[in-house]
């Protein structure tokens, strides 16, 4: 069978030449013609069917307009796409396109991956289609300029397809569709540049399908649409909406073949159609059913190729054909044949009913290696030859890669609004795939069947400013988050993420006090904390504040071996006091009272600025004693401490405070206050004991750390 365009501009006279191929002056005949009628009903009422999406890529004005053929509105993609620029075809090709929406077109000059977001219902399947008309936009005559002019697309995280525009007639419209499911409630279409050329689009339509439709479709299968014929003496190119309700486009076979009027025979018939159960799977409109393709009775078989051609290389895809029959000759006629791709038999002996519609395809089974041939021969009983009403022929499109957790995804595009980052790696999904995702996130891939979370946010040296974006507080699974070297402000909010492990504030302009909970994880050792290069580091001296990174052991509570539980217990004691003594050398703000220290017994000597920390400022007031208040404090290891702390008035006649330590550091017994250390100096006198609530056993036994060996009274500190 010869093959070539009709009505088309003729590339090939060997090559059947499909729509694509199609310069839309050609349409433009076809759809006046055949919606003439349409378009005088639709312009009462030009509303958009439920679900369907039409954005114009490249349309500047934020109204949207009724396009006269369709008689649906179109809305400009200022609100679905973040980059890119705005660009018309030249005035050359204007007169061209049927359709309105292939005059204007978005490119994308900058990014790898540039992604537009539509609106989407969770768990719906949708079709979704794309158009890229180059139109010599940039004047650079890149489709024929003898180079190559492609770019990839994918659909959310998942390739789809190659818009090959090499050797490409600039008026004429490549168009790619994908049957796939929405993961979320937005669906995203991303275009790649692979180094060959500018990405651009022209169109992007959304309409959602029937759940039963397509039944091979599922959360990992999508099915990009290869090509969808119709048959029968059909002479509108293109058929869709609102013949077919979905909107698919339907070419005529007979358009699309050469010699299609000397070797094919068409039928049609204006009987109604029966619906059989199986209908519902792909609902095919009865008006396309209704035409069909035969041969001349003294031929055997039909040929269909619908591989050749640029943009239908067929080799490295997975293809799976939909046939669709019903018997339309009322004759009664015997019809029966073999269907073969290639030389392989698909389904034997196949005879279509009257009437009746029948869609043959193998559910899930893509077809390797296919090379786009398919025959319908003629069986030696039969004695009409083959039949064919419409083809539909899909490639497989693996959703193997996985979404970012959308929580996470939602968060991120938060802190993405509230920071403004314009980030041209900060498109479409934060993780997925891999080699797209967002500069300065590190992603946990590591569950193949879970999604993708983000554990590391860098945004280092990112000019930030303001306050600080709560939404990292929900992002359950962050582990390193560096806000360091930028000029954030205001009060560091209660991040209380148990996942967190580094948190690196360092040198922003930070005043506000640190939350308890953070000075908390960070005094157990479980979070990495930076705060130098910050005024908070000017009120409070801690090795948060200073460049050295602090590695105080995570106190290990198991069940283990007693003998290698008490020596271990014995190691960290030492080295815990160690510890204390150096850094109180260290980093005490009231050094030069210290001489003053007459004591020498075996308890921990507080300074004042550790006693501020860790009753957090003198916060919290649990009772009110003879010669001074009590406060609640929380040590390092997380005991619950008492600090009676002397008022100042009474620090100078309070002769009998060193007594005092010196007889309450010998007393152990258990119905009494264990005596943990005490602070002295001109500026301080204070007493710090074991806090215990009240009648909390729980708490009593759990409390029972490392370095405390007395034993802890029942009843509440009694100090004043
Ligand atoms: C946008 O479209 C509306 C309606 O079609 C029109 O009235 C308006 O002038 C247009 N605005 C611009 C800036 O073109
Ligand atoms: C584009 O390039 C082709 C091939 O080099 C050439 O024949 C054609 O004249 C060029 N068109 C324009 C508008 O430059
Ligand atoms: C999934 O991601 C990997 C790594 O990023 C990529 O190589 C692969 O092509 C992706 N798979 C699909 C179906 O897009
Ligand atoms: C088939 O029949 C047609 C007329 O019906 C005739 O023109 C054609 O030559 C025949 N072809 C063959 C191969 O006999
Ligand atoms: C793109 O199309 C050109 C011209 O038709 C062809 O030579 C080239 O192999 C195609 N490339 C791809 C990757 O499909
Ligand atoms: C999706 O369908 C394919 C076959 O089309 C099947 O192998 C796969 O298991 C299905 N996946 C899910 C998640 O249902
Ligand atoms: C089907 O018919 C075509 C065309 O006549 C022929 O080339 C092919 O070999 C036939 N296939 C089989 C399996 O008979
Ligand atoms: C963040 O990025 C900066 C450079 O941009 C780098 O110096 C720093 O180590 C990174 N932080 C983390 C936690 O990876
Ligand atoms: C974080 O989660 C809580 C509860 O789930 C919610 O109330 C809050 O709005 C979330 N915060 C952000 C910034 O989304
Ligand atoms: C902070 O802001 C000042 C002035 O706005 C600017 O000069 C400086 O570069 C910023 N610093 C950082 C780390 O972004």
């Known amino acids: 069978m010869l093959l070539g365009p009709k009505h088309c501009k003729n590339q090939s006279t060997m090559v059947m030449v499909m729509s694509y191929h199609c310069p839309a002056s050609t349409k433009l005949t076809w759809i006046l013609a055949s919606l003439l009628v349409l378009v005088r009903t639709i312009q009462v009422r030009a509303q958009l069917p439920k679900g369907f999406i039409n954005i114009d890529c490249g349309w500047k004005n934020s109204s949207s307009y009724i396009d006269d053929a369709l008689g649906m509105p179109y809305t400009f993609d200022g609100e679905s796409v973040e980059s890119g620029v705005s660009h018309e075809m030249l005035p050359e090709f204007m007169a061209d396109p049927t359709n309105k929406q292939e005059k204007t077109l978005r490119s994308f000059p900058d990014g790898s991956r540039n992604c537009y977001t539509l609106a989407s219902t969770t768990g719906t399947k949708y079709l979704l289609r794309a158009t890229f008309t180059y139109g010599n936009y940039d004047r650079l005559n890149k489709s024929l300029d003898g180079s190559l002019f492609l770019f990839g697309l994918h659909i959310g995280v998942n390739f789809w397809a190659t818009v090959n525009l090499s050797n490409w007639d600039p008026s004429f419209t490549v168009w790619k569709e994908v049957i796939t499911i929405a993961p979320s409630n937005s669906l995203s279409v991303c275009l790649i540049n692979f180094g060959s050329g500018v990405p651009f689009i022209s169109t992007l339509e959304l309409r959602p399908l029937l759940d039963a439709m397509y039944p091979f479709v599922n959360t990992s299968v999508s099915v990009s ?140 089974q893509f077809m390797q290696n296919a090379d786009g041939y398919f025959f319908l021969n003629k069986t030696s009983s039969s004695s009409l030859p083959p039949l064919i009403n419409a083809l539909e022929l899909y490639s497989l499109v693996r959703m193997d890669n996985l979404t970012t957790n959308s929580d996470d995804v939602n968060y991120m595009k938060q802190i993405k609004t509230y920071y403004k980052l314009a980030r041209t790696s900060w498109n479409g999904d934060p993780c997925s795939p891999r080699e797209y995702s967002w500069e300065g996130l590190i992603c946990d891939h590591s569950k193949s069947n879970q999604n993708p979370r983000i554990v590391t946010v860098n945004l280092s040296t990112s000019g930030l400013s303001g306050g600080f974006a709560i939404s990292f507080m929900n992002m359950t699974s962050l582990e390193n988050l560096d806000l360091s070297h930028n000029n954030l402000t205001g009060a560091i909010p209660d991040y209380q993420l148990k996942s967190l492990k580094v948190l690196d504030l360092s040198n922003n302009k930070i005043n506000g006090p640190i939350p308890d909970s953070i000075l908390q994880r960070f005094q157990a050792g479980l979070l990495d904390l930076r705060l130098e290069g910050n005024p908070v580091c000017s009120k409070v001296k801690d090795t948060y504040c200073s460049k050295k990174k602090k590695s105080i052991p995570i106190l290990l509570i198991a069940v283990i071996v007693p003998v290698v539980l008490i020596s271990l217990l014995v190691m960290m004691c030492i080295l815990w006091k160690l510890c204390w003594k150096g850094k109180s050398v260290d980093n005490e703000d009231y050094a030069m009272y210290e001489e003053e220290t007459p004591l020498h017994i075996d308890i921990r000597r507080f300074t004042y600025a550790e006693l501020k920390l860790i009753t957090n400022d003198f916060k919290t007031i649990v009772g009110k004693g003879g010669f001074g208040m009590v406060y609640h404090g929380t040590l390092e290891n997380s005991d619950e401490v008492a600090v009676k702390v002397l008022m100042e008035t009474s620090i100078a006649d309070s002769t009998d405070f060193l007594p005092e330590v010196q007889t309450l550091s010998k007393v152990h017994h258990r119905n009494l206050v264990a005596l943990k250390g005490y602070c002295q100096n001109k500026k301080c006198l204070a007493l710090v004991y074991d806090f215990m609530s009240r009648g909390n056993l729980q708490q009593l036994i759990r409390g029972a750390t490392v370095c405390t060996t007395t034993t802890k009274p029942l009843f509440p500190n009694k100090l004043g």
Request: net charge negative.
């Open 225 to 364: 649409n290869f090509q969808r014929f119709r048959f029968g003496n059909v002479n509108t190119f293109t058929t869709r909406y609102p013949t077919d309700y979905y909107d698919r486009w339907w070419d005529s076979f007979s358009m699309s073949v050469v010699d299609y009027s000397t070797s094919m025979i068409s039928l049609n018939t204006s009987n109604n159609l029966e619906s059989l159960p199986g209908n519902s799977n792909f609902s095919v409109p009865a008006a396309i059913l209704q035409n069909a393709s035969t041969k001349d009775t003294n031929q055997s078989s039909i040929t269909i190729n619908v591989a050749a051609g640029p943009n239908l290389g067929a080799n490295d895809l997975q293809l799976l054909p939909i046939f669709h029959f019903t018997e339309i000759n009322m004759t009664n006629p015997n019809r029966r044949f073999d269907i073969y791709s290639k030389d392989v038999l698909m389904f034997p002996d196949f005879s279509p009913s009257q009437l009746q519609v029948h869609s043959m395809y193998k559910s899930g």
